[in-house]
Antibody
Framework: EVQVVESGGGVVQPGGSLRLSCATS????????MHWVRQAPGKGLEGVAL????????AYADSVKGRFTISRDNSRNSLYLQMNSLRTEDSALYYC??????????WGQGTRVTVSS | DVVMTQSPLSLPVTLGQPASISCRSS???????????LSWFHQRPGQSPRRLIY???NRDSGVPDRFSGSGSGTDFTLKISSVEAEDVGVYYC?????????FGQGTKLEIK
């Protein structure tokens, strides 16, 4: 059974940093691209970042470019999101999600990030 | 980035009646391999999204056949042939033909 479990969320002040982690199991992690998708309270889904299966490439939403960095450790079946220079508008539920050929087929339950002074 | 535009944003429907959601992309979603990587997701309050349709018109396992996806190029549609109570929630289209993947704003389906 595919499992995707996020951690690392919390409350941080504007300008601060946070590192999210995503532990996976039930599939060959190194075979798949992976995503971070966020959802602000009461709002829609926003793709934040995605990374290729072999870590050769990544892409970011314009709203986080230059501030967030996606990475992975295929030996640990884990995905990460380093978030720097956080803003209040970055407050959201952050989902880790598994890619499958141009789509997303599995989602975690999310980890909440609150940016507030 | 590719902009995905859904309509309507709110969709009140009577039980047993059909429903249709439109999604338009700012660029063609036909990928170099000939496939169109357009997916539809359903999200209930407090839950993670669940995929219904992938690659334009393929239903996921366990998705009722009252759900169907269609379209081409930049115009896409999700149809529900006969709405049931469990269909309430928000529906999102998502394109996966261009990096980064992008979502529509969401369409909230409610029962009249």
């Amino acid at each position: 059974e595919v499992q995707v479990v996020e951690s690392g969320g919390g409350v941080v002040q504007p300008g601060g940093s946070l590192r999210l982690s995503c532990a996976t199991s039930g599939f060959t992690f190194s075979d798949y691209n992976m995503h971070w998708v966020r959802q602000a309270p009461g709002k829609g889904l926003e793709g934040v970042a995605l990374i290729s299966r072999d870590d050769s490439g990544a892409a970011y939403a314009d709203s986080v470019k230059g501030r967030f960095t996606i990475s992975r450790d295929n030996s640990r079946n884990s995905l990460y999101l380093q978030m720097n220079s956080l803003r209040t508008e970055d407050s959201a539920l952050y989902y880790c999600a598994k890619d499958k050929i141009g789509s997303i087929d599995y989602w975690g339950q999310g980890t909440r990030v609150t940016v507030s002074s | 980035d590719v902009v995905m535009t859904q309509s309507p944003l709110s969709l009140p429907v009577t039980l047993g009646q059909p429903a249709s959601i439109s999604c338009r992309s700012s660029q063609s979603l036909v990928y170099s391999d000939g496939n169109t990587y357009l997916s539809w997701f359903h999200q209930r309050p407090g839950q993670s999204p669940r995929r219904l349709i992938y690659k334009l018109s393929n239903r996921d396992s366990g998705v009722p056949d009252r759900f169907s996806g269609s379209g081409s190029g930049t115009d896409f549609t999700l149809k529900i042939s006969s709405v049931e109570a469990e269909d309430v929630g928000v529906y999102y289209c998502m394109q996966g033909s261009h990096w980064p993947y992008t979502f529509g704003q969401g369409t909230k389906l409610e029962i009249k």
